[in-house]
């Protein structure tokens, strides 16, 4: 091998023995514009969907846009948050069925 392979072989050696903490720490927080960059595209996301009923079909762009602005740790929080909310706002306005325990069925 080449010095340039062996050491490029080392270093993605070296990637895969990390251990997660040390992962988080190579990855800085995003700045205050990279931020206000990721927030809005998120904004835009969400409000396209709820213009098209939940459709990502027709906001694909947006979402493409919504990724590569946010960190998808960030992505993956904010997609569980509003799945959190929208469960929320359904039970508050529809209510929920009580289940009842075994004792009570027989």
């Known amino acids: 091998l080449?010095?340039?392979?062996r050491n490029t072989a080392t270093a993605q050696t070296q990637q895969l023995h990390m251990?997660?903490?040390e992962k988080r720490?190579?990855?800085?927080?995003?700045?205050?514009?990279?931020?206000?960059?990721c927030y809005a595209a998120r904004d835009a996301w969400y409000?396209?969907?709820?213009?098209h009923d939940d459709s990502d079909q027709a906001c694909l762009q947006l979402r493409k846009e919504y990724e590569a602005n946010c960190l998808p740790s960030?992505?993956?929080?904010?997609?569980?948050?509003?799945?959190?909310?929208?469960?929320?706002?359904q039970?508050?306005?529809?209510?929920?069925?009580?289940?009842?325990p075994k004792e009570e069925e027989e």
């Open 2 to 5: 080449t010095r340039t392979r």
């Open 19 to 21: 251990s997660s903490s």
């Open 25 to 37: 720490a190579e990855v800085q927080a995003p700045r205050s514009n990279e931020r206000a960059a």
């Open 47 to 51: 409000t396209c969907k709820v213009m």
């Open 74 to 89: 960030w992505v993956k929080h904010f997609e569980k948050r509003r799945m959190y909310e929208t469960f929320k706002a």
């Open 91 to 100: 039970m508050q306005a529809q209510g929920y069925a009580k289940i009842k």
